[in-house]
């Protein structure tokens, strides 16, 4: 007959199981981050029957969930004080799945397959674009591991891969049919180098992670929080191109700026610091 435990005992073993559930729940949305790309990857599979635009607005918008809850899980980590090098690997190797094969895969299917079937060599360079991308995104969370806690928090060095994913997931929302001419699908795959040599590159996107204590800057993150919403809820498909567009921008801007001598944004300075003191977004 099994011993009863006291109340002590029982109250020691809820404490246990909510201890380890804490440390299991960044684990938890990074897999479901990691259950979006793959459900992306279906979707783009099954686009090879009818409505296919249809499978491609789904196959993008997983990859847009994606990031949302890649972006939830290094924010949850810290909020519950549970960040470990166990989830930062899982972390890395999710966003190889999630923003790197899902988008590649999807951008093939969209972009190359159907024209491709009469024409051999833009098949050829569908494929090895999306394969560029793919590899400029693993390359990039490759640098990202070795640089955490060198670099300055204020900005990404190089395109974040879930914004490289981003942006060709926001191509296909605004356009979810097939490049309708050959001309169409060699711009998507310009598209595809753009941002695969952006993710690779040196220029410091901004990451949007210090908070600013300042009363005025507070009520203006909160400004921008509502118009970006309102724009979402009035454009919905629509919305994420131009959003995009104008992060790119704005990150390449602001490294034009400072070479030809602005400093109204201080530059980015090197730094040595604790690894768990980045954020996740890689």
Same mark, same amino acid.
């Given at each position: ?110 972009? #190359? ?6 024409? !051999?060599?833009? $098949? /050829?360079?569908? %494929?090895? +674009?999306?394969? @560029? ?71 410091? #996107? ?6 600013? !204590?300042?009363? $005025? /800057?507070?009520? %203006?993150? +909160?400004?921008? @929080? ?57």
């Amino acid at each position: 007959m099994r011993q009863r435990l006291t109340l002590e005992e029982r109250r020691e073993r809820r404490r246990r199981a909510v201890r380890r559930s804490k440390f299991a729940l960044p684990s938890a949305i990074t897999l479901i981050s990691v259950l979006c790309g793959f459900s992306s990857v279906v979707m783009s599979m099954n686009a090879a029957g009818e409505h296919p635009s249809w499978y491609f607005q789904w196959a993008a918008g997983l990859l847009v969930a994606a990031g949302i809850f890649d972006g939830l899980d290094g924010r949850v980590a810290r909020a519950t004080n549970t960040s470990t090098e166990f989830g930062v690997q899982l972390d890395s190797l999710a966003d190889v799945l999630s923003f790197g094969m899902a988008p590649a895969i999807l951008a093939y299917r969209y972009g #190359f397959f159907a024209l491709g079937m009469a024409d !051999h060599q833009l $098949r /050829a360079v569908g %494929w090895a +674009a999306s394969f @560029f991308f793919l590899a400029c995104g693993a390359l990039r969370l490759a640098r990202f591991n070795v640089q955490v806690g060198h670099t300055d928090s204020r900005f990404f060095v190089g395109m974040p891969i879930p914004s490289g994913a981003a942006c060709v997931a926001s191509v296909i929302l605004f356009w979810p049919n097939s490049p309708a001419s050959c001309g169409h699908a060699y711009l998507f795959a310009a598209e595809l180098v753009m941002v695969g040599l952006l993710m690779v590159s040196t220029v410091r #996107f901004p990451s949007f992670k210090k908070k600013s !204590h300042h009363p $005025r /800057a507070t009520m %203006w993150t +909160a400004v921008a @929080f509502v118009a970006v919403l309102s724009l979402l809820v009035i454009f919905q498909d629509r919305f994420f191109m131009p959003f995009f567009a104008v992060y790119t921008l704005l990150g390449l801007t602001l490294n034009l700026a400072w070479l030809v001598g602005w400093r109204g944004v201080a530059l980015p300075a090197e730094r040595m610091g604790h690894p768990h003191e980045e954020e996740t977004i890689q």
